[in-house]
């Protein structure tokens, strides 16, 4: 049957339209399948026996500090070290990148990478604490490294009583911050807040971003929750005391925390690159990237 001029013109149009959206639908795929990758690659390494726990002033956490600084290296930063001592004498390095001398007020990404290290002759690797965290920070370096706004903070020392965020809030006293956002704990899909939803974020202090975290999860799967299991007492635990966030509240800066919550599997052996649910955790990580580029 013959086919119209008009007929066959409409007709390309559509396979037109149709290409378009299946490579727009490959292209989201793709970005989604290497932003998994991409952490996956980044968890294993800092949990690997390698970086034997990460612990403060270990050999191991000299490690995890070499990969980081590649890697921000690679994504083109210009990258810092700033030592500080601990109360046990061992010495810690947080890593910068980004202005922290500039006068503009700066948006502060942080994440802390050391960990518990090895105790007893057993090892603990902290995957997902705070493994998952740095890899979601090298993560959303990369998209941001033409932002001129945003420092760049892995810091070292959360588990000796955060001498780390304590050094870190010392050295940008002076320096304008308009918003402090702490990655702690993103990769685990095993504690959700209503037992139901695995594919969940907590987003604390961001309840005054909620309509815009809503837009741009519109269509997503994510299940976002402000408060830390429905407690007031444990939101306020977390956003405020044991985060690495605590030294920035007082000097009034707007802090946001994202975290997937602690599990069994917290500050234990079982804490393993295996144990997370990698493709939640990305879908985390572009939710938090997209926000971050949409400030």
Known sequence: MPVSARGAKIFFILILLLSGLRAQADGDEGDCTRLESSLKRDVEFLSDSLCCGRKTGSQGANEAAFYIIRRLVNHGYDVQTKSFSTTGDAVGHN??????DGKKPAILLMAYYDGLGKMGGRLYPGADSNGSGAAALLAI????KERSDVIIAFVDGHNANMAGSEALAALLAKRPLRMVVNLDILGSSLAPPDKFWKNYLIILGGSAYQRSFDKLNSGKTLHLYY?????RSFTDLFYRKVGDQKPFFSRGVP???FTSGITLNTNRESDTFESLDYSVFADRVDLITRWLQAL
């Open 227 to 231: 408060n830390y299991y429905n407690s």
């Open 255 to 257: 802090v946001l925390m």
């Open 141 to 144: 370096a990369e998209k941001l």
């Open 95 to 100: 890593i910068l990148a980004g202005s922290i």
